[in-house]
């Protein structure tokens, strides 16, 4: 009797502990609260915590946000949407780790595809990805309540601004008001630019409207460099641009170029180190293969320089507040692959550096943003 006694407690006891490690295996911190559908707000912090892989986003979202899946399109189940923001992260980062956070540990749902600590793990490591989305407008609409001005927003060495000054000066060549500019000041009695900008703006004018005239507005004796284009720099592209081998004439004479000369006093045969020089590239010209290629104007190297002669020219400079949704919302979107944890993340690499540093400020703005946004 004892031992039928003995034997039943410890079944008992046996069982008790079977249903207090499957509770704790499957204890969610929300079964307390009521389950709801989440809020636009947890929503965008489930966003953005997949695309930069952060964690304290998905610390903004409540247990009681919960969501079912159809067994056609989710695999079935249910899970908390904190929990499926963990392993969203997890899988951005690559980083099974993360799991841990994920509630329950184990999902014992016979229908459910499993949505749990354990398949976070297995998911993870198995390198599956998977996410959500924004409208483009409510994508727009956050950066905008997080303060971001889409034209004054890149990371140096990792992601260009919407709008590059370098690219509007460069399209000026088709922009007929512009060269009529140009012209204008190149023609104006005591020019009024300072010699480094006429030298661009002279390139330009030529460039545009392939007259080799506007060549001659820049001093024979300036240099050939990235910085200013010389005056052969400008008769050799129209050369190039247009095949008429006759502005080569017009060239420095190929003995006379400081290049040729340095060869030749090395031991190069004359007839040789004259095709070294810009006025042997031109003449090249007559023996390339293919089709031809296209020179457009020097682009200046600095941002205040190009300002200056987009002002000069009376240009001005389009804004990407002035783009569609559709054009915002691309935009935004790259900047934030930008922001995609490099794996593994060297910091003592600039570019890495410079992309958590915004990372961070990204983060914070979304933290301190209202939940009504």
Not at 218 to 231: L, V
Not at 241 to 250: I, K, S, V, Y
Not at 291 to 295: K, L, N, T, V
């Given at each position: 009797m004892k031992k039928s006694v003995f034997r039943l407690r410890n079944t008992a006891l046996i069982g008790l502990a079977i249903v207090l490690t499957l509770s704790g295996l499957s204890f969610s911190p929300g079964w307390r609260t009521s389950r709801r559908a989440p809020t636009a707000h947890e929503m965008v912090l489930y966003y953005f915590a997949q695309n930069v892989g952060e964690t304290a986003l998905c610390e903004r979202i409540s247990w009681a946000a919960y969501q079912r899946y159809s067994v056609l399109f989710g695999g079935g189940g249910s899970s908390y949407l904190r929990s499926?923001?963990?392993?969203?992260?997890?899988?951005?980062?690559?980083?099974a780790g993360i799991c841990a956070q994920v509630r329950p540990l184990v999902d014992f749902d016979p229908l459910s595809s499993g949505y749990s600590a354990l398949s976070c793990r297995t998911r993870t490591r198995a390198q599956y990805r998977s996410g959500t989305g924004l409208s483009d407008v409510q994508l727009v609409r956050i950066f905008?309540?997080?303060?971001?001005?889409?034209?004054?927003?890149?990371?140096?060495?990792?992601?260009?601004?919407a709008i590059r000054l370098r690219d509007v000066y460069g399209g000026l060549e088709h922009d007929r008001a512009a060269l009529a500019r140009a012209r204008q000041i190149l023609a104006a009695p005591g020019n009024p630019l300072a010699l480094e900008d006429r030298r661009y703006i002279a390139h330009l004018a030529a460039i545009g409207s392939e007259d080799p005239r506007w060549c001659e507005s820049?001093?024979?004796?300036?240099?050939?460099?990235?910085?200013?284009?010389?005056?052969?720099?400008c008769y050799l592209t129209l050369a190039h641009?247009?095949?008429?081998?006759?502005?080569?004439?017009?060239m420095t004479p190929a003995s006379e170029e400081a290049k040729?000369?340095?060869?030749?006093?090395?031991?190069?045969?004359?007839?040789?180190?004259?095709?070294l020089g810009l006025h042997g590239d031109c003449l090249r010209v007559a023996t390339r293969m293919g089709?031809?290629?296209?020179?457009g104007p020097r682009l200046p190297t600095h941002d205040e320089q190009t300002r200056r002669l987009l002002s000069a020219l009376q240009v001005v400079v389009p804004t990407a507040r002035d783009w569609t949704a559709n054009q915002q919302a691309g935009f935004y979107q790259r900047f934030l692959f930008a922001l995609w944890p490099s794996l593994p993340a060297d910091p003592h690499r600039p570019a890495d550096a410079a992309r958590e540093v915004v990372r961070r400020d990204l983060v914070q703005r979304l933290l301190a943003l209202p939940d009504g946004s």
């Open positions: 499926d923001c963990y392993e969203r992260v997890a899988q951005t980062r690559r980083d905008e309540r997080m303060g971001y001005d889409i034209d004054a927003i890149h990371i140096d060495g990792v992601m260009q601004a820049i001093p024979a004796a300036a240099p050939t460099d990235p910085e200013a284009p010389s005056r052969d720099w641009n247009t095949g008429d081998l006759r502005l080569c004439e017009r040729v000369r340095a060869a030749v006093a090395q031991g190069v045969r004359p007839s040789i180190a004259a095709q089709p031809a290629g296209h020179y």
